[in-house]
């Protein structure tokens, strides 16, 4: 298994190198440049800027440059932030993201598994439909329609929360319930359809005849294989979580990475995007992995070798 | 059973219906049924004759959809009035099954020792290094070699002979008083299936055992059972002794499926005769008797009346057939006709 890991974490090598080249390119073919927004600067001090920060070398040139400090582990200076660099940047950002991140999961995981077992011992009742109601409407909506429903009737109407910013515990619910629920909604219906295949197995009628309660059938020999599609969804849903709190750090005001992401890219700030590129393609990859180790633990059928 | 002996089980009037889409479909008719203690019981019938439904029915383990009435006494005690919690302690520990489907009947995700010693520890207390004991012992009767190491071993790391025997030791495990074993020994070779039928016959003298054995191989059935019930579409079509039936059936389903069997004495070239026509669909029944369309006996009163269950041939047999016969299975005197070879198209 650890040898397992580590080909994975080798073949995850030229997977990163292939993101970071496509996005420094693709960042230096959109149209204007990290200084546009200041007030218009005579040419020479420009000229004196893009030479500091190396962007009057050829393209290809910058890349090797930019490829040779993240192996030092340097992610550049921040062009906007220029009294941080874009280390420091995603230092102060990357705890409150993964707060937010983490608790969507834990929420998510928690609430639509609870949902979808609801669903499934209930199958075709009203229990059942009303849980895969609610999952279908968190499938269908969009964050960025979830977040200003949300703000409008907690936070504006019944003044039960605060619409924005960040520091208190009532800040951090509403971001939380936008970036769960489609994950909510995800694993309920997740949970549901393996709950209900495994209720239906043959295994779980011989555990039946060896006359054990009810809730021991459910526990030991339905809940555990149920849960295997789950992990293997956890994945994905870490990555939606990801790019989603990029859209909901933006509207609640979060301090997080995914608010310097979608501001990097408004301001051209080439390091600050690369950074949270890098980031988030890292998290992404090493939490797959992580992800299908635990499969691997989980289902005895499945050994990496 | 002898009728001084009381009863293991006595089951009276068992109907099982299932609820589909398509209506309510009768999967078990009227059903009377007793086991004595020490005593093996065959049930024989074609796939979808009802023999699996009727043995799930009497455990309470009937899919959701399916509904069982009439009565089930195991011991005097009603089963099917018994609460829940009741017939929970007697499953898996006075009364217990072996399934039919080893590859699907043990839970892929948990070790053969966690499946094998969770009974014990919940019907006898019985935990960690004495259960795992009891269970090696067991395995080991049934023939798996290296007992022990086995109990670690997953389900898709075993072969289907070695999971159905891993069944079959989980459910001898608590000792119980009444075994239903469904086709118990299909994935099994000869050799091993001839010392698992040796077991579970040491098993009935010694603990005084009942068992149900549901097969359709009548070799099988011959070598252990003391009575047969044939069914056909959920409903008996003739019970007797062992003997006496496989001597002389009294149904011509029992006698057509006599028939079918290979047999050592007979001449080498005869062509192995087949039942002609499929089992009814039990959502479309026919009118009358449900094996009239296959029965080369059969006459007008058979398409108008269902016959009834009656004794027939002595005290301990009865067939549900309205012709009075007195089949012989090698032809050669009293038989009212002969089925089977001639009656294939």
């Known amino acids: ?108 995981v928690l609430v639509g598994g609870g949902l979808g077992a609801l669903a499934a011992v209930h199958q075709n009742r009203t229990p059942d439909h009303a849980a895969m109601a609610v999952a279908t409407v968190g499938l269908a909506l969009p964050n960025f329609v979830v977040a200003p429903l949300l703000t409008l009737c907690l936070g504006v109407y019944l003044d039960l929360l605060p619409v924005g910013g960040w520091g208190s515990p009532a800040q951090a619910v509403l971001p939380i319930a936008t970036l769960a629920l489609p994950q909510i909604a995800t694993i309920a219906r997740l949970a549901r359809a393996g709950l209900v295949e495994v209720l239906r197995a043959d295994y779980i009628r011989t555990a039946r005849a060896k006359g054990l309660p009810g809730w021991r059938v459910l526990a030991r020999h339905a809940l555990y294989p149920a849960v295997v599609p789950v992990v293997s969804y956890l994945g994905p849903a870490i990555a939606a979580v990801i790019t989603g709190s990029v859209v909901v750090e933006t509207i609640f005001g979060i301090p997080g990475v995914g608010r310097y992401f979608v501001q990097g890219a408004l301001n051209r700030d080439y390091t600050l995007v690369m950074g949270v590129v890098v980031l988030y393609a890292g998290l ?22 | 059973m002898t009728p001084t002996t009381p009863p293991l089980l006595a089951v009276e ?122 269970a090696v012992e067991m395995l080991a009767r049934v023939q798996i070699p290296d007992a022990a190491a086995r109990l670690k071993s997953y389900p898709h ?18 000792r119980p008083a009444l075994v239903f074993a469904d086709e118990p020994t299909t994935a099994l070779d000869v050799t091993v299936q001839a010392q698992i039928l040796a077991l579970l016959a040491d098993l009935r003298r010694t603990d005084q055992m009942g068992l149900v054995l549901i097969t359709h191989d009548l070799g099988v059935i011959a070598g252990l059972a003391d009575r047969v019930v044939v069914m056909y579409a959920g409903r008996i079509v003739e019970a007797a002794p062992a003997e006496a039936l496989f001597a002389a059936p009294r149904h011509p389903y029992t006698r057509a499926l006599l028939e079918s069997l290979p047999r050592l004495d007979g001449p080498a070239d005869r062509p192995l005769p087949a039942i002609p026509g499929q089992p009814p669909d039990l959502r479309h029944l026919p009118r009358g008797c449900a094996f009239r369309p296959r029965c080369p006996l059969a006459v007008d009163r058979c398409a108008a009346e269902r016959p009834r269950l009656r004794p027939a041939g002595g005290p301990t047999r009865s067939t549900a057939c309205h012709l009075d016969l007195d089949l012989d299975l090698d032809g050669d005197g009293g038989g009212d006709g002969a089925i089977g070879s001639e009656a294939a198209p």
Not at chain 1, 13 to 41: C, K, N, V, W, Y
Not at chain 1, 284 to 305: E, F, Q, S
Not at chain 2, 165 to 171: E, G, L, S
């Open chain 1, 1 to 108: 298994m650890i040898g397992y890991a580590v080909r994975r974490l080798i073949v995850a090598i030229p997977t990163l190198l292939i993101i970071i080249a496509l996005a420094f390119f693709m960042m230096r073919i959109a149209p204007g440049g990290p200084f546009d927004q200041e007030r218009s600067l005579p040419a020479q001090i420009e000229q004196n800027l893009r030479a500091a920060y190396h962007l009057d070398e050829p393209v290809w040139q910058q890349f090797g440059r930019y490829l040779g400090g993240l192996l030092r582990g340097d992610f550049g200076p921040s062009f906007k932030y220029r009294d941080f660099s874009v280390t420091e940047l995603i230092a102060a950002g990357f705890p409150v993201s993964l707060q937010i991140g983490a608790a969507a999961i834990l929420f998510a």
């Open chain 1, 284 to 305: 992404i990859i090493a939490l797959n992995l992580v992800v299908d180790l635990v499969y691997g633990w989980l289902d005895p059928r499945v050994r990496y070798d």
């Open chain 2, 13 to 134: 009037g068992l109907s099982v219906t299932f609820d589909t889409p398509d209506g309510t479909v009768a999967a078990v008719q009227n059903i009377d049924l007793a086991v004595a203690p020490g005593e093996c019981v065959g049930i024989v019938g074609e796939s979808g004759s009802g023999k699996s439904q009727l043995v799930l029915a009497i455990l309470g383990l009937l899919a959701a959809n399916g509904r069982a009435t009439g009565r089930v006494r195991f011991r005097g005690t009603e089963l099917f009035g018994a609460r829940r919690v009741q017939l929970a302690r007697l499953r898996g520990r006075a009364l217990s099954i072996v399934f039919q489907d080893p590859m699907t009947a043990l839970n892929p995700y948990l070790t053969i020792g966690t499946q094998m010693t969770e009974g014990l520890g919940h019907h006898l207390g019985l935990t960690g290094a004495a259960a795992r004991a009891r």
């Open chain 2, 157 to 174: 790391e075993l072969s289907g002979g070695m999971r159905q025997r891993v069944m079959i030791a989980t459910a001898l495990l608590c």
